[in-house]
């Protein structure tokens, strides 16, 4: 399992190599634009030059985008479903050109009209992103959701459902921990973590889970609320993280944090080693 984290790319993407390395990171995820913009990814050759050329003389850590949070593939406006398809477009089309490993994403929220009812129109969509960039091999990780609202994604048979109707081996999951508390999974313990693992293994199959979004919860049990804690100081705490993170099953898949930090400035190395040592990985000096 490769640890890392969630780096800024504040002063130009190319500097995010350099900034998971300074953590100790081995493995890294960033946002390529604003995600509170609609704007498009903004690059050109050069651009992506730097930033190739950055992540070979970081190592080439294996790397992930995360996409906007303004996408929506579930609301019944038309509109904005496929101003969202565009969205995703764009990002696999930039993952693929700096050899990105994925790009996750929060499916959205149903607005009271049901996820049976839009179902049909998440799948319809995510078929034409996939379709666009059939020349693309880099996949679409499907986050799931705390639970809060009409958000859809909120529990493995919900992911299930999209994924199966979908039918791609490019569409695959990425497990968020606190979200995985928050909407009802106890995870506190081994005997807890067995069980959830049981569960999404049988209903989504651990082999399409790409990446892990490694975070404790400042929520409890079944709250719905998604927010995320420094890894052992939240309700999960690090009995649950190390079951999990140690679980045979998890042994392949990367995670990166997502913790607001000692400083509250993000993922950094005192976390990096808290989850290393949940893993049962050396820690860093």
């Not at 993407?13 to 390395?21: I, K, Y």
């Not at 579930?74 to 764009?90: C, F, I, M, W, Y």
């Not at 889970?209 to 929520?219: G, P, Q, R």
């Not at 999960?236 to 140690?246: D, H, K, P, V």
Request: aromatic content about 4%.
């Amino acid at each position: 399992m490769n640890i890392g984290a969630h780096v800024s790319t504040r002063g130009g993407l190319a500097l995010a190599p350099g900034r998971a390395v300074e953590l100790g990171a081995e493995c890294f995820q960033t946002h390529p634009t604003s995600p509170q913009s609609w704007r498009p990814i903004a690059g050109d050759d050069e651009s992506a030059s730097a930033f190739r050329a950055a992540h070979k003389a970081a190592g080439s850590l294996p790397h992930y985008f995360h996409a906007i949070y303004l996408i929506n593939l579930a609301t019944p406006k038309d509109g904005h479903r496929e101003q969202s398809g565009d969205a995703l477009v764009d990002h696999l089309l930039w993952a693929d050109r700096l050899d990105a490993k994925g790009v996750v994403f929060h499916p959205g929220s149903h607005l009271g009209a049901g996820f049976g009812e839009m179902l049909p129109a998440v799948i319809a969509v995510l078929a034409r992103v996939l379709q666009e960039t059939e020349s693309c091999p880099v996949p679409l990780l499907l986050e799931n959701n705390a639970g809060s609202g009409a958000c859809i994604g909120r529990n493995f048979e919900e992911v299930a459902a999209i994924l199966d109707g979908v039918n791609s081996p490019r569409l695959r999951m990425c497990l968020d921990t606190a979200h995985v508390f928050a909407s009802g999974y106890d995870i506190r313990d081994a005997a807890g973590v067995h069980t959830m693992l049981d569960a999404l293994d049988s209903k989504v199959g651990i082999e399409r889970i790409s990446l892990v979004h490694a975070n404790d919860s400042k929520a409890e049990l079944g709250s719905n609320a998604d927010r995320h804690e420094n890894i052992g100081d939240g309700k999960i705490g690090n009995e649950g993280l190390s079951a999990l993170f140690q679980d045979p099953r998890m042994a392949r898949i990367d995670a990166v944090l997502e913790v607001p930090g000692m400083e509250h400035e993000g993922p950094d190395r005192i976390n990096i080693n808290r989850l290393r040592s949940c893993a049962g990985k050396p820690g860093l000096d």
